[in-house]
T-cell receptor, first 114, second 112 residues
């Protein structure tokens, strides 16, 4: 069973540009969550999608957005990149919605903003 | 408000035991434990639900004290492969789902 696949693995962007990251969940998983990981702030929740609907959003500015497609694949977009957006972006999938379910993480996309 | 993990770091010899704690100031619905090795994805270890429970597999187990809103991860007879950063992720009681709120992590180094 394939795991959670994130593409690309590495990205270098210039301040002010925008970026789109992709996540394919485990087959059959319909919930996809996104997290930002930095040395200073640790793992922080960005948003969660289930059946193409955003169910929850963390405390991030509107420059961070996402969507989920009918095949459960998800993308997140960051517009007007800032140096502080440099981070490892992790996607996690879960079999269903609601609490008390385990998440499987992908290997992440390492974004560097210069 | 993120949960507080302790200790921040621990160095052990192979075969020694370790305990990692995770405390929350808010009522918890569940506690998730993950291990992350450098450059890799966090790997799910186990989840504990409110009601207070213990779980374990192999030599890694965990407990959840609902009264104290605290969870502990126990690593027994540690192996070199246990090295990594351990995170607890919490879900809070109450309506809705807010995603996981993670602690800052505990760095575990196992030496031969």
């Amino acid at each position: 069973k394939a795991g959670v696949t994130q593409t690309p693995r590495y990205l270098i962007k210039t301040r002010g540009q925008q970026v789109t990251l992709s996540c394919s969940p485990i087959s059959g998983h319909r919930s996809v969550s996104w997290y930002q990981q930095t040395p200073g702030q640790g793992l922080q929740f960005l948003f969660e999608y289930f059946s193409e609907t955003q169910r929850n959003k963390g405390n991030f500015p509107g420059r961070f957005s996402g969507r989920q497609f009918s095949n459960s694949r998800s993308e997140m977009n960051v517009s007007t990149l800032e140096l502080g957006d440099s981070a490892l972006y992790l996607c996690a999938s879960s079999a269903g919605q609601g609490k008390g379910l385990g998440y499987t993480f992908g290997s992440g996309t390492r974004l560097t903003v210069v | 408000q993120q949960p507080v993990q302790s200790p921040q770091a621990v160095i052990l010899r192979e075969g020694e035991d370790a305990v990692i704690n995770c405390s929350s100031s808010k009522a918890l619905y569940s506690v998730h434990w993950y291990r992350q090795k450098h450059g890799e994805a966090p790997v799910f270890l186990m989840i504990l639900l409110k009601g207070g429970e213990q779980k374990g597999h192999d030599k890694i187990s965990a407990s959840f004290n609902e009264k104290k809103q605290q969870s502990s991860l126990y690593l027994t007879a540690s192996q070199l492969s246990y090295s990594g950063t351990y995170f607890c992720g919490t879900e809070y009681s109450g309506g809705g789902a807010d995603g996981l709120t993670f602690g800052k992590g505990t760095h575990l180094i196992i030496q031969p």
